[in-house]
């Protein structure tokens, strides 16, 4: 399985474990990503060996950019929870 062309995969839990050995050896490229959702949300991101000593040694622009916008999903997506948890209209104290 190559990874998409903007060199991120997402990858659900399922996905994963059915294709393990497939998505190992993708990860010997040092230009692949994946982010692992469970119930479509980010809950961890996978690199290979030679990316991460990579990052290690100084993340390029590209890595700084993604850490960005994975930044920012989850966090729309934790704001998201609260929003939800938060009860609607006003409570009136007599």
């Known amino acids: 399985m190559p ?4 060199r991120v995969r997402f990858i ?3 996905e994963l474990h059915r294709d393990l050995p497939k998505v190992l050896d993708s990860l010997e490229n040092p230009e692949c990503r994946y982010v692992l959702t469970i119930h479509s949300k980010p809950k961890a991101v996978m690199i290979g060996a030679e990316a991460f000593l990579s990052l290690l040694r100084g993340a390029t622009p590209e890595d700084r950019l993604l850490a960005l916008q994975l930044g920012a999903l989850v966090q729309g997506l934790e704001s ?3 929003d939800a948890e938060e009860p ?3 409570l009136v104290e007599v």
């Open 3 to 6: 990874p998409s062309p903007s």
């Open 12 to 14: 659900g839990s399922r």
């Open 80 to 82: 998201s929870v609260v």
């Open 88 to 90: 609607e209209g006003d």
